[in-house]
């Protein structure tokens, strides 16, 4: 790397824009109920059977069914280096909806909501890559010295994914029933930059200030298509058991993107000589990787069902901005979660929910950078369930994410300078509300 591509690499490091929850870039609170109870993949039950267990929705009464929900994400996002806290707060409302119409032949399902991402960041006060700077940059060589001073910079990130599914269930027998289902994906990753720092270099005594000034507002979009498989097993009938493959997203994003470069020694660098994948007009695969759902509901008693579930994601086999720059290709491990759930119904109108989940991403301290990092994550929740009768259905919940915190790796990344490994955090909750209606 040539001395001034590297100064500027030092200056030029943008925002996070991880997802919350599940994975890389997938969620996995499609419903309010999700939030209270997260082990559903083994679930019969009118509110997320339709998004977790879709063949299990053959277990369900006759009739059609309308269901609506909001979560709302709230939170922060911190980047720590040598004391310093650079620090966004989230917000992400998270919207779902649903209508499945079952009979004793068949059930035909439609699903629309998030599918993945993790909302809108804005870092006011810049973010780590920009605390290093001036460690990285800064030399005395006797008669001259260099010395670099952020002077306001900020940035901003955001990436959603919305779905759409459509698909059908039956009866293979009275014990075992499948699901088949089509689904298109619309995904968008916002990257909006401004670096605003100088050079002041001392020759001879002199002093020279040299401004440096870089600007991009960029967005990836893409749309992609997949299947989605499931198959439910009523093995008992307190006991049942489901399963759902939900198929890779292929999506190739194409950057629309406005930039202004910096000049620096005679040199023209900005955000996207460091990130390519959001130079416009250019085109690179970010697939969303395929999950393997498994779980299990047993009835305890009349009134009490516990729930288990597992997803794993299938990284490894997935393009994720492979190819936007060879010589910083990201490459994930495959990741996993586990959940543990339980209902309690106190009386004919009234349940209670809670439940946990522990997720590994799959991703290590080498991912892991301004841009993005996914941490592993343990989740708990609660909430209650109201049946007004026997047609309606109303959810609330809550639930709180406990992120692990990672070093990153900016020792490495510039060895021989006293630097420290900046440190990356989250905290995230979030409320929902939801409500099923048999029409």
């Known amino acids: 790397m040539s001395k001034t591509k590297f100064y500027l690499a030092a200056l030029i490091l943008v925002t996070g824009i991880s997802s919350f929850g599940a994975s890389i870039d997938h969620i996995q609170n499609y419903t309010p109920e999700y939030g209270a109870n997260p082990a559903q993949q083994g ?146 990753r916002l990257l909006k930059g401004h670096l605003n720092a100088e050079l002041n270099t001392t020759v001879f005594g002199k002093e020279n200030s040299l401004p440096i000034e870089a600007e991009i507002d960029s967005e990836r979009t893409a749309w992609g298509f997949g299947g989605q498989f499931g198959l439910n097993y009523a093995a008992t009938e307190r006991l049942n058991i489901g399963m759902r493959y939900d198929t890779t997203v292929r999506m190739n994003f194409k950057a629309d993107a406005d930039e202004k470069k910096a000049s620096l020694l005679g040199k023209e660098l900005g955000f996207s000589d460091f990130f390519p994948e959001y130079a416009d007009g250019r085109k690179v695969r970010r697939d969303l990787p395929a999950l393997l759902a498994l779980g299990a509901s047993y009835k305890m008693t009349d009134s009490w069902t516990t729930f288990v579930g597992g997803n794993y994601y299938f990284n490894e086999s997935a393009k994720i901005d492979k190819k936007a720059n060879p010589n910083h290709d990201i490459e994930y491990d495959n990741g996993w979660e586990v959940s543990l759930g339980s209902e309690y119904w106190l009386n004919k109108k009234w349940a209670w929910m809670i439940g946990a989940n522990y997720s590994d991403t799959g991703a290590h301290k080498d991912t892991f950078s301004d841009v993005e990092y996914a941490l592993d994550s343990f989740m708990a929740g609660t909430g209650v369930k109201y049946r007004p009768d026997e047609s309606m259905e109303w959810i609330v919940s809550y639930n709180h994410y406990w992120y692990d915190s990672a070093k990153g790796n900016f020792t490495e990344k510039y060895p021989g300078k006293a630097l420290e490994n900046q440190n990356y955090k989250k905290k995230i909750s979030s409320v929902g509300l939801g409500f099923t209606k048999k029409i």
């Not at 779902?96 to 439609?110: D, G, M, P």
């Not at 460690?135 to 955001?158: Q, W």
């Open 43 to 188: 679930a019969i039950n009118r509110n997320t059977s339709v998004y977790f267990n879709p063949a299990g929705l053959m277990r369900l009464e006759d009739g059609t069914y309308l269901r609506a929900g909001i979560q709302y994400a709230y939170g922060k996002e911190t980047m720590t280096y040598k004391g310093k806290e650079y620090s966004a707060d989230l917000g992400a409302p998270v919207p779902n909806l649903a209508l499945y119409t079952k009979n004793k032949e068949r059930t035909w399902f439609w699903t629309f909501g998030g599918l993945g991402g993790g909302g809108d960041l804005k870092y006011d006060d810049g973010v780590a890559g920009i605390g290093v700077l001036e460690d990285v940059i800064n030399m005395d060589l006797g008669i001259a010295k260099v010395r670099a001073k952020d002077l306001g910079s900020s940035a901003e990130g955001s990436n959603m994914y919305i779905q759409s599914t459509l698909g059908r269930a039956w009866d293979i027998n009275d014990k075992v029933s499948v699901s088949l289902a089509g689904r298109v994906v619309r995904g968008s």
